[in-house]
């Protein structure tokens, strides 16, 4: 009696109907067992929420260091990226982030996030109805993450558009991911330019990045990877987890009751639209040894592994209910923005963000309704939004 066979699944996670909705396969994968090989793709899908965090926490068995991609082009063209590093490298680069994404010193912008917020929210509530993905969502990420890396106003416009195909770019070979390559080789080149040029305004991020590059501590391509990761990473988590936090409330005008009756419940809300919703919803690491993952299901050595913050934080075996969507829940533990040394870094700023918007929704509006047909932003490995229109009373 053999146990392989049961634990091969051929379901494509990467078709337009996987990606428009993927939780009925999450369901069917995780109930085959701790990790399931996918034959389409030669990959190992780990589903569960206790493997998929035991995983995250544990680099030196689940590695980083061979790219995070699906494909040789991105993880040779992002080799020096931060996403792409095991310690001591990533620990030495990843500090760049941190010391600058602080709740320290993130305090300073904290009171503009809640103007800015404010101010946009009162715009649009008068408008009455708006896309809550380019309208709202955007507004913020692009503003105040720009301001932080100190990035000039000339070309702000442009980095949308490029920064979407990076994630795509990462996924494995099929059509999707080779459209999304073109985006991507001009962001790159963008980037490169900028570097090159020190087009970055004194005391920002990216002025520090440069700084670092200058004394010799990062590669050029570590400095390119690096404002990569900083613009690409906290463009797409926030905007789409803010952007499906205005889908679901829409679907739900109870727990927007609830919320709007107790705005404290705002943290907690966001906690449980990044777990029901994972903005991130797949990533993935190399074995460096076998792994038993128990009920018979080994993982042999040098395997690519996906691991699912999407079908994790959706497990019933941790969360009662998971596919209910409910603001009390708070659930502190998600996985939504990563968990172990390549936790989301910017997670911080991400909640900043959105806990002024839905504060500053609650204390204008009554009720969301959608206004027209929700358009899926559909990607290899994000989960949000392409268009959102809503009407807000």
Known sequence: MTTAAPLTSDLDLFS???????????????????????????????????????????????????????????????????????????????????????PRALRPVAEDIDRRADELVAELVSRGSFDAVTDLAQDLPVHVIMDLIGWPEQGRD??????????????????????????????????????????????????????AHKRGEIPVEGAIGLLAGYVVAAFDTTISAISSGVWLFARHPEQWELLRSDPSLVPAAFNEIVRIESPIQVFSRVTTRDVDLGEGVTI??????????????????????????????????????????????????????????????????????????????????TRGFRSLPVRVL
């Open 158 to 211: 442009q980095l949308l558009d490029m920064a979407a195909g990076w994630f795509n770019s990462s996924g494995p070979a099929c059509p999707r991911t080779a459209a999304s390559v073109p985006k991507v080789e001009a962001l790159m080149g963008y980037l490169a330019e900028v570097v090159a040029k020190e087009n970055l305004v004194p005391g920002g991020f990216g002025w520090t990045m440069l700084e």
């Open 16 to 102: 337009d109907q996987a990606l428009a909705d993927p939780y009925p396969q999450y369901r069917a994968l995780r109930d085959l067992g701790p990790a399931v090989r996918l034959s389409r793709h030669g990959l190992w899908f780990v589903s569960r929420y206790e493997q998929v965090r035991s995983a995250l926490a544990d680099w030196e068995t689940f590695s980083s260091a061979q790219g995070i991609g699906l494909n040789d082009g991105f993880n040779d063209a992002w080799g020096s990226a931060l996403i792409n590093l095991d310690p001591p490298a990533q620990t030495e680069q990843r500090k760049l982030f941190t010391d600058r994404l602080s």
């Open 300 to 381: 042999p050595s040098g395997a690519r592994v996906l691991h699912s913050y999407g079908a994790a934080n959706r497990d019933e075996r941790h969360f009662p209910g998971p596919d209910r969507f409910d603001v009390r829940r708070n659930p502190v533990d998600h996985l939504g923005f990563g968990y172990g040394n390549h936790a989301c870094a910017g997670q911080g700023l991400a909640r900043l963000e959105a806990h002024a918007v839905f504060k500053a929704l609650a204390a204008r509006v009554e009720r969301i309704e959608l206004a027209g047909e929700p358009v899926r932003a559909l990607n290899n490995i």
